[in-house]
């Protein structure tokens, strides 16, 4: 006959252990202590880039770097 409580609930069930959801969200929520400079921007926000299609690349507020060729290596 089984006992009141499961495998499960008692934490021995191959040595896996419930995890609490709650304090998991909660710890992610605040973060780690150096995160407080960090600025973030929500993804539901409109864009605020002001680059376009078709324009010079010394108009882009954007880094730009020029990519390298690679050397061949076999002959």
Same mark, same amino acid.
Do not use: N
């Given at each position: !006959?089984? &006992?009141?409580?499961? @495998?499960? /609930?008692? =934490?021995?069930? $191959? ?5 609490? !959801?709650? &304090?998991?969200?909660? @710890?992610? /929520?605040? =973060?780690?202590? $150096? ?18 299609? $078709? ?21």
């Amino acid at each position: !006959m089984p &006992s009141g409580t499961s @495998q499960c /609930e008692d =934490g021995s069930a $191959g040595g896996f252990q419930h995890l609490d !959801m709650h &304090s998991e969200k909660r @710890q992610l /929520e605040k =973060g780690p202590s $150096g995160d407080k400079d960090r600025v973030w921007i929500r993804p539901d926000t409109p864009s605020r880039c002001t680059w376009q299609l $078709g324009r010079a690349m010394a108009d882009s507020p954007h880094y730009h770097t020029v990519l390298t060729k690679s050397p061949k290596i076999l002959p």
